[in-house]
């Protein structure tokens, strides 16, 4: 009796302590991963990897790794969804993209862990190459949100599970290019919003957060249009608690919205490009977001934002992503006009 009224203080001794509990992730989110018949050439010749190989340290580093794959990865596809001998048919830049595979295996590599697949691209191989995309996807242990097989043998959105933070991803897209969708394989924005919006109700209620990726808004414009700017309030008010916008390819501002319950939900309109061989200063600046979510007594908010300026190289063929360590550096002051200096941050 005394042995059980011994641990029955300790544990209303501890239950303060027990309920302010705190857990939190980290999670990198990049833009566009875009490449370009000169970007793929360099990434066949010396590995993907090499493209990038300056960030890998903060992407590793991160517990959730985020990126939009522009395109598909199917292997040995030609533009008409036809299996072909020739690597030049089956791999391609603008305006038809397909990837070879061993670039999910860098990505995998290098630190991420979910990627968005619905954009405007991603029917550039029809829907078989969507099919072959989620094969390679899975084969690297890749999470991905936004398309679905054509037997719509996985769910629209995919999970993280870190440090007892569990997250929705939830990708959708504007368009296709015009393709059809025969197989209804692709989340579309506008066309599906009924049923995106219950959607982000019901993971809200499942998982602690939910991050909602859009593929929307205007190549090349650095400010968002009222549509973004109304789908965004919709999944805020839905249940999102971050928005993390893809493919103007250039960055656009960031902003806090009013959520379900009044919660704080942040929006990054647009991460502009992670990798690509777009030739102007917006094109080339972007950068690596860090957000620091944390959870405590069930509730999970964003606690920190930030955001890692980066620069893509071209120098005499050679392409890579640079890490911005100077303020007078051209892409830190572009991206400073474009969003708030509060939020830039240097190694």
Same mark, same amino acid.
């Given at each position: 009796?005394?042995?059980?009224?011994?641990?029955?203080?300790?544990?209303?001794?501890?239950?303060?302590?027990?309920?302010?509990?705190?857990?939190?992730?980290?999670?990198?989110?990049?833009?566009?991963?875009?490449?370009?018949?000169?970007?793929?050439?360099?990434?066949?010749?010396?590995?993907?990897?090499?493209?990038?190989?300056?960030?890998?340290?903060?992407?590793?580093?991160?517990?959730?790794?985020?990126?939009?794959?522009?395109?598909?990865?199917?292997?040995?596809?030609?533009?008409?969804?036809?299996?072909?001998?020739?690597?030049?048919?089956?791999?391609?830049?603008?305006?038809?993209?397909?990837?070879?595979?061993?670039? +999910? %295996?860098? !990505?995998?590599?290098?630190?991420?862990? #979910?990627?968005?697949?619905?954009?405007?691209?991603? &029917?550039?191989? $029809?829907?078989?190459?969507?099919?072959?995309?989620?094969?390679?996807?899975?084969?690297?242990?890749?999470?991905?949100?936004?398309?679905?097989?054509?037997?719509?043998?996985?769910?629209?959105?995919?999970?993280?599970?870190?440090?007892?933070?569990?997250?929705?991803?939830?990708?959708?897209?504007?368009?296709?290019?015009?393709?059809?969708?025969?197989?209804?394989?692709?989340?579309?924005?506008?066309?599906?919003?009924?049923?995106?919006?219950?959607?982000?109700?019901?993971?809200?209620?499942?998982?602690?957060?939910?991050?909602?990726?859009?593929?929307?808004?205007?190549?090349?414009?650095?400010?968002?249009?009222?549509?973004?700017?109304?789908?965004?309030?919709?999944?805020?008010?839905?249940?999102? +608690? %971050?928005? !993390?916008?893809?493919?103007?390819?250039? #960055?656009?501002?960031?902003?806090?919205?009013?959520? &379900?319950?009044? $919660?704080?939900?942040?929006?990054?309109?647009?991460?502009?490009?992670?990798?690509?061989?777009?030739?102007?200063?917006?094109?080339?600046?972007?950068?690596?977001?860090?957000?620091?979510?944390?959870?405590?007594?069930?509730?999970?908010?964003?606690?920190?934002?930030?955001?890692?300026?980066?620069?893509?190289?071209?120098?005499?063929?050679?392409?890579?992503?640079?890490?911005?360590?100077?303020?007078?550096?051209?892409?830190?002051?572009?991206?400073?006009?474009?969003?708030?200096?509060?939020?830039?941050?240097?190694?």
């Amino acid at each position: 009796m005394m042995k059980f009224r011994l641990s029955l203080g300790l544990f209303f001794c501890l239950c303060p302590f027990l309920l302010i509990a705190k857990t939190s992730v980290q999670i990198i989110a990049v833009g566009d991963v875009l490449l370009h018949k000169p970007v793929q050439h360099q990434g066949i010749r010396k590995g993907f990897a090499s493209l990038w190989l300056a960030a890998i340290p903060k992407l590793k580093q991160a517990d959730v790794t985020y990126g939009n794959l522009e395109g598909p990865s199917a292997e040995m596809l030609d533009a008409y969804g036809k299996i072909t001998s020739n690597w030049n048919e089956a791999y391609t830049s603008f305006p038809m993209f397909n990837y070879p595979p061993t670039l +999910l %295996a860098a !990505l995998k590599l290098s630190g991420f862990d #979910v990627l968005s697949t619905a954009n405007n691209h991603c &029917l550039d191989r $029809r829907a078989i190459g969507i099919d072959k995309t989620i094969e390679v996807l899975n084969q690297n242990g890749l999470a991905f949100t936004g398309t679905r097989s054509s037997q719509h043998a996985n769910p629209w959105f995919a999970e993280t599970r870190t440090h007892d933070i569990a997250i929705a991803w939830l990708a959708c897209t504007q368009d296709s290019n015009g393709m059809t969708d025969h197989h209804q394989q692709v989340l579309q924005c506008h066309r599906d919003k009924s049923e995106i919006l219950s959607l982000i109700r019901d993971l809200s209620r499942q998982y602690d957060a939910v991050i909602v990726t859009p593929h929307w808004g205007i190549e090349y414009e650095t400010r968002p249009n009222q549509t973004q700017q109304h789908l965004a309030y919709e999944f805020a008010q839905a249940g999102a +608690l %971050a928005i !993390l916008g893809s493919h103007p390819h250039s #960055v656009q501002p960031f902003t806090w919205i009013e959520g &379900l319950g009044s $919660r704080k939900v942040f929006v990054a309109y647009s991460l502009g490009n992670f990798i690509s061989n777009q030739g102007s200063l917006k094109n080339r600046s972007s950068g690596l977001l860090s957000l620091q979510l944390e959870k405590e007594n069930g509730t999970t908010r964003i606690k920190t934002v930030s955001y890692h300026p980066t620069y893509m190289e071209n120098r005499n063929g050679n392409m890579h992503l640079t890490l911005i360590s100077s303020k007078k550096h051209p892409a830190y002051r572009w991206l400073k006009q474009i969003i708030s200096e509060q939020y830039l941050a240097l190694p």
